[in-house]
């Protein structure tokens, strides 16, 4: 399978795969600080048209250089994809492109990380370790970008702006940039929650000469990830994503999602939180959905007031009862709420319990003679 730079800007890269009928487009609000080398952009466009070379089980030829650490990467994660959904993915494939060790261009100096930061609970538990401290060797981010087109229905760009303006203004208090992109890759590749961090790194890619990595927010714990199998987002596949000067840094593995909630509400780091269902469509959370809910359940399992600048509503002992957990990570994100409860109020926690419970046994987790 081809796949080709169709058009070229300084801002805009179109990007024309064999068998794709729909141009792949991405737009930069500015112009990269540094011209793109040509490994760079090979390594773009083998990131960007690899999801659809796996599905077709084609090996990937492009016009333009790989990084070799990038090309044997994604070998390994067709292998992953090939054994992770056999039915999707039949065989795993190759780069046949030219490929370079190293790019004398990546010697000149280039400093800190770029992060993928969409105002959710886990991009910004991702950049909040790194501020606060609450990690080993914290990384150095100095750039941070939003995807507009992942989560966001790119005809209705106002409702990803109001979002932005929250995110830039969380993110100026800290001294950092926010700069956005525009895709439609999300709406043409139709699996694109399987390799939603790929599109991720394609687009931090764009940026590789001016930064040394990229840092994405996990959305599970080790422990999480293991019974859940194939995601995509996980800390096995984003670490399969590097280059040998462009790093991907996944982070979040160490907390659970309530936990890093916790983590940002003592850090002042909630005021902009973008978690709901709708975001999309609303351009703010709806608090009704299950994800508002349970994200407003994570400040009461604290005992603290869930923060009205972006809650509407109450959480009421229906809106809990009426969530019917049947998905794997429903009830990750149930658990998780149960065992980090400290609150005395225990009204809501009743609920929260009947419902994994319910799940357990539905599943064969718990003995049914019980």
């Known amino acids: 399978m081809k796949a080709k730079i169709q058009f070229r800007s300084e801002n805009k890269i179109s990007v024309r795969i064999q068998g794709v009928p729909t141009t792949v487009d991405f737009e930069l609000d500015e112009p990269s600080e540094r011209p793109l080398t040509p490994l760079a952009l090979g390594n773009f466009l083998a990131l960007v048209a690899f999801p659809f070379a796996m599905k077709k089980g084609l090996d990937l030829a492009l016009d333009f250089p790989v990084d070799k650490t990038l090309a ?77 087109g992942f989560g966001y229905d790119l005809n209705k760009k106002q409702m990803f702006d109001k979002q932005k303006v929250r995110n830039a203004d969380y993110l100026g208090q800290f001294g950092i940039k926010l700069s956005t992109v525009r895709t439609n890759w999300s709406k043409v590749l139709h699996w694109y929650q399987l390799f939603h961090t790929v599109g991720i790194a394609a687009v931090m890619n764009l940026y590789s000469q001016s930064y040394r990595g990229g840092i994405i927010g ?61 975001m999309g469509m609303l351009g703010r959370n709806c608090s009704h959905c299950e994800k508002c809910v349970r994200t407003m359940l994570g400040f009461i399992s604290q005992n603290r007031e869930v923060p009205k600048e972006i809650f509407s509503r109450e959480v009421t002992i229906e809106s809990i009862t009426g969530i019917d957990v049947k998905k794997a990570t429903q009830y990750i994100f149930f658990k998780s709420l149960m065992e980090n409860w400290t609150n005395p109020d225990t009204t809501f926690l009743v609920h929260i319990e009947d419902k994994v419970k319910g799940y357990e046994f539905q599943n064969g987790l718990v003995s049914k003679s019980i």
């Open 218 to 278: 996990l959305d599970f714990t080790y422990a999480e990830e293991f019974p859940l199998g194939p995601w995509g987002n996980t800390s096995l596949i984003d670490r399969l994503l590097c280059s040998k000067d462009f790093s991907i840094h996944p982070m979040g593995a160490n907390k659970s999602r309530t936990e890093k909630l916790i983590f940002l509400a003592q850090n002042n780091s909630v005021s902009h939180l973008a978690v709901c269902n709708f």
């Open 72 to 148: 044997r990467n994604l070998h390994e994660l067709s292998i992953v994809w090939s054994q992770y959904r056999p039915v999707l993915f039949k065989k795993p494939i190759k780069i046949e492109s030219e490929v370079i060790d190293t790019d004398s261009s990546f010697q000149q100096e280039r400093t800190g990380n770029l992060i993928a930061f969409s105002g959710g609970i886990d991009s910004t538990y991702a950049f909040a370790v790194n501020q606060f401290g609450d990690t080993a060797h914290p990384y150095e981010i100095e750039h941070a970008i939003m995807i507009d």
